[in-house]
């Protein structure tokens, strides 16, 4: 790939690319429950900053990447209640990851086999899906991403239009719920497909 190709990859060229990149990149920080998060788009890659609990931070670095069911339901138990209490105890750090279309690809391919062993409708409540529905957002808008905030309240995500302007969006977090409640029932009624199916970034 071309340095000049990086615009045309993240770009309406790609179908579906900026909702694929923000569901893979929310599902890897899924562990670390953030308190805040922000997401900005530079060259072909997304920068993740935030802030969440120190002991989440120093378990996802101190554990490689689970490529098992097992993995999963323990991304399932980390919204239980009294983890979040006892998470509460832990101080707050601030964290920062850098994403290029490789990783993209590769965080991807290593989910894939645990979507398919689950054999269900993705979750609407994890940070993956909520990420992915602004990354459609813009997707089907035809624009490139710029940045997206969240905290616990609210998303604030900026694009550029197909047609070169700005755009700034806010949602809140019960308005997405629901948002995603309504695509997911309709996709419910679809047999045979998968419902994270996207486009990968070419590969080199």
């Known amino acids: 790939m071309k340095p000049g190709e990086s615009f045309k990859i993240l770009s309406s060229t790609t179908s579906g690319a900026f909702a694929r990149a923000l569901r893979v990149i929310g ?10 998060l922000e997401i900005q788009l530079r060259g072909k890659n997304f920068v ?16 490689p990447e689970k490529k098992d069911l097992k993995g999963f339901f323990a991304d399932m138990l980390a919204r239980d209640v009294s ?4 998470q ?4 707050t750090v601030e964290f920062s990851y850098t994403y290029s279309p490789e990783d993209i690809n590769r965080l991807d391919e290593i989910g894939m086999g645990r979507r398919f062993a689950v054999g269900k409708m993705p979750d609407i409540r994890s940070l993956g899906e909520m ?40 949602i809140t977090n019960a308005d997405l719920h629901k ?12 047999v ?4 994270w199916k996207d486009r990968k970034f070419p590969r080199r």
Not at 179 to 190: A, C
Not at 192 to 195: E, H, T, V
């Open 27 to 36: 599902q890897d920080l899924s562990k670390l429950i953030p308190e805040t």
């Open 48 to 63: 993740a900053r935030g802030q969440c609990a120190k002991d989440r931070l120093d378990a996802k670095l101190a554990k």
């Open 83 to 86: 983890t979040l209490t006892r």
């Open 88 to 91: 509460a105890k832990s101080p």
């Open 131 to 170: 990420l992915r529905t602004i990354g459609r957002r813009v997707d089907d808008q035809k624009g490139r991403l710029v940045k997206v905030y969240k905290d616990a309240r609210r998303i604030v995500f900026e694009y550029t239009g197909h047609d070169g302007k700005s755009c700034n969006e806010i």
């Open 179 to 190: 948002l995603q409640k309504s695509v997911y029932e309709k996709r419910g009624k679809l």
């Open 192 to 195: 045979g497909l998968d419902p």
